[in-house]
């Protein structure tokens, strides 16, 4: 009914088929069918020609109210999307546990409000569990996860990679075999964990120090059990916690030995009461990456946060 209202309100403005059809660059014949066309789809008369000039009738006038309307909201919505492009709307709602939240995500999140100060952000802090539930039903447009979710419902993409390392408070080093492979947290920070030439310890000199772990269906746990099995030691654990951050600061105050990344060691300020060692171990390397649903559509907010932190497609 309004698909041809751009021809009739031309014609409205100009009060003159001839003019209308001269501006819309069509013959005056063809502008005069397509008037007769949504006439008779409307069944009624939209202007009466026996006037000069030509005007509209009763039926004209609220069809031409209704297609002001229209374009109005045709143009407003041109304007959205305009502003969607230039990111001067929308919004981005990312998920992450406690310690992406602390000490991963806040420099990115701020270069990105800086540079698109009209989005509105939101970071949703949370568990494995909540999150992967929170992102299937739509209430998270991403995640920032290092455990495996299932790549046939979620797309992942490369973030970053870090290490695993022992973190041993210095009250608690007995073993005087271990001082060789010491590490400090300066040397973590300039990556010397990560050279051929470091030698990793043995982590049966650890064998009888007290541990600090995260809770089971944590990934740090899980490795940090494969680790173990790997090198043939049972470790004496008197506490488990819930967060990488909090078991690195119980370390720090002398409790026990716990299992890190050098992610934490690099964004913390160094503490002399700890020594760090190099471990080996399949399970020492992890992959940090961003989920969202296959099926998600990519906003050009989350696309330009991709952008931001240059993640990788797999």
């Not at 006439?39 to 000039?53: A, C, N, Q, V, Y």
């Not at 760090?276 to 989920?291: A, S």
Request: glycine share 4%; aromatic share 10%.
């Amino acid at each position: 009914m309004f698909e041809n209202k751009e021809y009739v309100y031309e014609v409205y403005k100009e009060r003159s088929f001839s003019k209308a059809a001269e501006n819309l660059f069509i013959s005056q014949p063809s502008l005069s069918l397509t008037i007769k066309k949504v006439e008779s789809k409307i069944g009624t008369k939209l202007f009466d020609r026996s006037t000069t000039p030509i005007q509209l009738t009763e039926s004209g006038m609220e069809y031409i109210k209704c297609t002001e309307r229209i374009m109005d909201i045709e143009n407003e919505f041109q304007c959205f999307l305009s502003e969607l492009n230039e990111l001067k709307v929308g919004s981005l709602t990312i998920g992450a546990s406690n310690f992406f939240t602390s000490y991963i995500l806040p420099p990115y999140i701020t270069r990105f409000m800086s540079k698109y100060p009209m989005v509105k952000v939101n970071l949703v802090e949370a568990d494995t569990v909540t999150l992967e539930k929170r992102l299937f039903a739509g209430d998270l447009d991403l995640i920032v996860e290092n455990c495996s979710l299932d790549e046939t419902i979620y797309k992942k993409l490369h973030f970053y990679k870090e290490q695993m390392i022992l973190a041993v408070p210095e009250i608690l080093l007995k073993n005087k075999a271990a001082k060789k492979y010491r590490l400090t947290a300066n040397d973590i920070i300039r990556d010397l964990h990560k050279k051929s030439w470091t030698a990793a310890v043995p982590l049966k000199l650890f064998e009888d120090v007290p541990f600090i772990l995260l809770r089971h269906g944590n990934d740090t746990r899980n490795r940090a059990d494969l680790i173990f099995e790997e090198q043939g030691i049972h470790p004496k654990i008197i506490l488990e916690l819930d967060q990488l951050a909090t078991a690195y600061n119980t370390a720090c105050h002398g409790l026990g030995a716990t299992l890190v990344s050098d992610t934490l060691v690099k964004k913390t300020l160094p503490d002399s009461r700890i020594a760090y060692y190099k471990i080996d171990g399949q399970n020492v390397e992890r992959e940090n990456y961003f989920y969202h649903k296959i099926n998600k559509y990519i906003t050009r907010a989350m696309q330009k946060f991709f952008d931001l932190t240059q993640v990788q497609e797999l």
